[in-house]
């Protein structure tokens, strides 16, 4: 291990995947409801993303999400398990999923999208 990466571990940052800004309609998968109504993405990386939700979730709650992306093409399904939760209001709740497998190609798909439309 190089001396960097056991600084990173110490001070508590073990990330693999860099985090990434991504602003995408999303909604539960097995839901009525519409993209982006009870559901919003604000980042990602490689091994999960952070959602912001007007519903209630649990620590280790399995999760699966539809990521409705601006290619034409379907959406981009997520699965994940929540391993925190931050209220920010009475009915607003900020969510991090850690998928429960890696999709470096579906991620790629949403990087290159947030990429293609930063300045």
Partial sequence: ????????LEIGDARIFERFFARFPVKFNHSCNDFGTEVFL???SAEGIKVATKEKM?????????VKLPDGQDPLTLNGQVVWIQSKSPDLWEVGLKFHKVNLMEMQRMFKLVQDTSP
């Fill in 1 to 8: 291990m190089t001396q960097e990466l056991q600084e990173e």
């Fill in 58 to 66: 649990f620590i280790n709650d399995s999760v699966s999400l539809l």
């Fill in 42 to 44: 604000r980042d990602a």
